[in-house]
């Protein structure tokens, strides 16, 4: 193994012998054997390039970075601009693992820092565009406008119609997009000029505006908005938060939804992302939107605390009728727009959109005055400019050679956009490269927006109590120091692998070759980002016997949602449009369902056995009952129970033979690498959750990627590929592309060798836990070896039938412990999954299970009558510092127990920040912004 194989991967030679010798067998390869079918195991060793050391990595990534052209001045602008990373926010959070390793905040004892910036995040999105609630934060800007119009159609219940208005001059990308999502959905798209709107058929079920439009255009939405609402119409806007700084928002307008871009709020371009997009809507529309809330509640002892509100709306819950197939979100990049915000105040915000409308003024006058054409008159920060084809010619090639990205709407219209980037030398040189012709001194210009918004901005104490670096600086320690993450402890969360992010696979991101990218820069200025991207398919081609990949998808959910469209795409176009039955076996993740609606399939549920593979017999009834209607399968393999499914090639075939396609739900990689292909025995199409096995961080719940896989036959059919895909899902055609850098570190540097033994021992520390733990829980499934892959699910049914004590109980015990918990009762009841990952030391592993066997002692205690059932450390669990500084104590056990148990944290104790959340009451009284700062203090 390479040496950083072996410090990535947690268990050395020696440790290895010791666990084997604890599970049962000879030797790691021994237990493999017993654990994967060997029909399936891959008998050669992956044809990928040799482990490069650190060193030789990052050398050989700045040779690919070098390679793109960073211009000297990027104004293309279309949902995407560049702005300043404040550096003590690039350090604080970006580049941070306390702030980039934490999971999704699940559990909110332990996640309230996050939970604060992201309410931040909310509270500055939704006082901005002017409507009640926001989420946060969404993928890209294109997919939140799909699941706006989605949203309208769910909600407009006095149109029974199927048409949706789009304003013509949205931008090109969010039309495309809007455009493949309701060619699934049977919606009719009609694109046109709002002032030709036309709602006299009664079957418009809603509008998507655009202010500023694509063209630069602020437009005065309120009598639009009026005339769609007369119609029984609902309205989403497209908008700029910047501009909202300025401008009269949307919101005031009477906009139902308005979704747009974060980015511009401190996050690098990133040749496409991540970037936090952002979904607000009215009120009475909360339980309908998309992504997560989060929402102010109470813990026991009454004081405020956050969690995420809303929760039976999402996916692994409702299932194929969640609102959205929505899973990740984008909440690394949210927390560092929120993070902007604060640092520069709203009166920093105004001086920066100021700035911004007078430099476009600025550019608009010299612009005229040298002659050409420009358009709008009411702008903020962006110009169409008329020219005939040429001048525009003459304009490329002095925009080439001047080293300036201009957007080239078509051969005689030009639009530019200002940032926060462009300063005095920026526009002087601007001009020339538009003009032909030297500027001396632009003169100055104060621009008036026509519909000046009058409303204040950003009037919570949080935007308005860290005016130095100082302040901020120790307003993100404060909120990092309240979130549990992998800087503290392992987090064996079963099926979400969270497992290291290694700092040498994160140094890439800073550099500005890869973050300062537009995504719609020409493909002759990103040469590095094309060959970085042509390696990694390669790569991953290689290691899952796939012929192509798409890297639009910017989460798992987009995956299946893009490689269910080409499913899809594919048997349409050869005649078999009547196949739209998709099979879900029982274990699937619950996005699975949810995607297969949203690509306009009838879900149809297959069972699973008691050792929790596919129940083979019920599947061949739900072929026979369907014949010539199969579209496809979705299989998670090794399965969401935990195990390689020795039947899955009989499976597959079976599907085939019916007419249907196999998809393979991807996230569980991390047991197959180099082991073997899911290409080879039988999926035709699968998504890898590049946040999991890959080593994307989780960032406390995004970003993702979520690449699509395929086989030969469906190639033409991906996102983009050709005329007959279904187009394209999100904002830029390589998803977050700045985030492919640490996979293709990963992968560089584990070579075939280590990332064989990366799946290899996180098999084996699954067994070993489980051996560990199997004469403390009862195990739910094992294959007939009685092995499992790299997670396995304890049962805590009984306990529950026993005690009342719960695994909501268990979990919140652990964080006592200084542990997050597993996964919490799914994909089965009353259960916790665990995946301790490659990562973790054996050290790591035994002290999880000395804490999970502690705690079952301490539910001995309350089966034996000696604690309470209602009053005991479980019940009452987590405990806090101010538990531990009580005046009084009313517990059958002592605050050392509560506190410390067994001994344990003594020298370094994680505490969590508030006792136990009420779920219940936040949703009865929902709060999703910022309570007045004396709610935190109390």
């Known amino acids: 193994m390479s040496k950083f194989s072996s410090r990535h991967i947690g268990i050395n030679t020696k440790a290895e012998k010791m666990m084997c010798d604890v599970i049962g067998v000879d030797s790691c390869e021994s237990l493999l054997n017993e654990a994967i079918p060997s029909a399936i195991r891959l008998e050669r060793k992956l044809n990928l390039p040799s482990a490069l050391e650190e060193h030789e990595a990052r050398a050989r990534i700045d040779e690919l970075g070098i390679l793109n052209a960073v211009p000297e001045l990027c104004v293309i602008g279309q949902g995407f601009y560049r702005s300043h990373t404040p550096a003590p926010i690039q350090r604080g959070i970006l580049e941070n693992p306390a702030w980039y390793t934490p999971y999704t905040p699940y559990q909110a004892e332990i996640a309230q820092g996050r939970l604060e910036s992201l309410l931040n995040f909310q509270t500055m999105v939704s006082d901005l565009v002017g409507l009640p609630i926001a989420n946060a934060s969404m993928l890209d800007e294109a997919s939140s406008a799909a699941e706006a119009m989605t949203l309208l159609r769910r909600v407009n219940r006095k149109i029974k119609g199927s048409r949706f208005l789009v304003d013509i001059h949205t931008f090109d990308i969010v039309k495309e997009v809007l455009q493949t ?15 030709e709107f036309d709602f006299s058929s009664g079957d418009v079920f809603g509008v998507y505006l655009q202010s500023p439009n694509a063209q630069g255009q602020i437009q005065d939405l309120r009598s639009l908005i009026e005339d769609a609402h007369r119609a029984g119409a609902l309205v989403a806007c497209g908008s700029d938060l910047l501009a909202c700084v300025l401008m009269t928002p949307p919101g005031e307008d009477g906009a139902d939804v308005v979704v747009g871009n974060a980015g511009r709020f401190g996050v690098p371009l990133g040749y496409g ?38 929760q039976t709306r999402e996916q692994h819950i409702r299932r194929e009728k969640a609102t959205s197939n929505i899973c990740t979100a984008q909440a690394l990049l949210a927390n560092v727009a929120a993070m902007y915000a604060l640092y520069h105040g709203p009166n920093g915000l105004r001086d920066i959109a100021t700035q911004v409308a007078n430099t476009c003024a600025r550019l608009a006058d010299e612009l005229k005055a040298g002659g050409l054409e420009v358009l709008p008159n009411d702008f903020f920060d962006t110009l169409s400019i008329r020219v005939d084809k040429e001048n525009g010619k003459e304009i490329k090639v002095r925009a080439a050679d001047m080293g300036v990205q201009l957007f080239f709407a078509s051969d005689t219209e030009i639009r530019v956009s200002v940032d926060e980037t462009i300063g005095d030398l920026e526009l002087n040189y601007l001009i020339e490269c538009l003009r032909g012709d030297e500027v001396e001194e632009c003169t100055s210009a104060q621009h008036q927006i026509s519909r000046m918004r009058t409303s204040p901005i950003l009037e919570h104490p949080n935007f308005n109590t860290y005016p130095t670096e100082t302040e901020l600086m120790r307003y993100m320690t404060r909120l990092q120091s309240k979130d549990l993450s992998l800087v503290h402890s392992m987090t064996p969360l079963g099926s979400c692998t969270m497992k290291l992010n290694a700092a040498s696979e994160m140094q890439p991101l800073s550099d500005a070759f890869f973050n300062d990218v537009h995504p719609f820069a020409p493909e002759s200025n990103v040469k590095g980002y094309i060959k970085l991207i042509g390696l990694l398919e390669q790569w991953l081609c290689e290691i899952t016997g796939f012929n192509a990949f798409s890297f639009e998808p910017n989460s798992g959910a987009q995956g299946e949602y893009a490689g269910l469209l080409a499913i899809r795409a594919y048997l349409d176009a050869k005649g078999e449009e009547t196949r739209r039955i998709c099979l879900i076996p029982e274990s699937a993740h619950g996005t699975n369902p949810a995607s297969a609606v949203l ?3 009838d879900v149809k549920l297959v069972r699973c056995n008691d050792n929790g593979a596919i129940d083979e017999a019920h599947l061949q009834d739900r072929l026979n009952e369907f014949d010539g209607f199969i579209a496809a399968i979705m299989i998670t393999y090794p399965s969401t129970y935990g195990v390689f499914d020795d039947n899955i090639q009989a499976i597959c075939d079976r599907v085939h033979q019916a007419g249907g396609q196999v998809y393979m739900d991807g996230a569980n990689m991390n047991a197959q690498m180099g082991l073997c292909r899911p290409g080879d025995f039988g999926a035709d199409v699968a998504h890898l959750n590049l946040h999991k096995t890959f080593c994307i961080p989780h960032g406390g719940g995004g970003p993702g990627m979520g690449p699509i896989g395929v086989k030969t036959h469906l190639k033409a059919f991906l996102p983009r590929a050709a005329d007959n895909s279904a187009g394209p899902i999100g904002s830029a055609r390589y998803g977050s592309a700045s985030i492919l850098t640490i996979p293709w570190m990963y992968i560089a540097m584990s070579g075939a060798q ?25 195990i739910l499934f094992r294959n007939k070896e009685g092995r499992v892959a790299h997670e396995f699910i304890l049962s805590f049914k009984a306990i ?34 665990i995946e301790p990952t490659e990562s973790e030391s054996k050290a790591e592993l035994d002290r999880y299970c000395d804490a999970l066997i502690s705690i079952r002692s301490e539910i001995g205690k309350v089966e034996s009558g000696e604690w309470p059932r209602d009053n005991n450390p479980l019940k009452n669990a987590p405990h806090t510092a101010h538990d531990l500084a009580a005046e009084t104590w009313d517990h059958p056990y002592s605050r050392n127990v509560a506190c410390f148990p067994g001994g344990w944290a003594t020298e370094h104790k994680f505490w969590p920040p508030v006792n136990r959340v009420d779920n219940a ?7 999703c912004t910022c309570p007045p700062l004396d709610a935190y203090q109390h």
Not at 181 to 195: D, F, H
Not at 754 to 778: H, K, V
Not at 803 to 826: N, Q
Not at 921 to 927: A, K, Q, T
Request: glycine share 8%; charged share 20%.
């Open 181 to 195: 999502r309701a060619s699934t959905l049977n919606i009719e798209l009609v694109i046109a000029k709002p002032a």
């Open 273 to 310: 992302g991540p970037h936090a997009a952002f979904f607000a809507c009215r009120d009475d529309f909360k339980r309908q939107m998309p992504g997560r809330i989060v929402g102010v509640s109470q813990d026991k002892s009454g004081r405020s605390a956050l969690r995420l509100a809303l």
């Open 599 to 601: 690509a306009g399939f």
């Open 754 to 778: 280590g990332l064989q033994q990366s799946s290899a021992i996180a098999i084996l520390n699954a067994n070993y836990m489980l051996a560990r733990l199997e004469d403390t829980f009862p």
């Open 800 to 833: 529950k039938e026993s005690t009342g004590i719960t695994v909501e109980d268990v979990a919140k015990r652990l964080m006592d412990y200084g542990f997050h918990a597993p996964t919490m009762s799914w994909p089965v009841l009353d259960s916790l999954m």
């Open 921 to 927: 009451h936040g949703d009865r009284n929902l709060v």
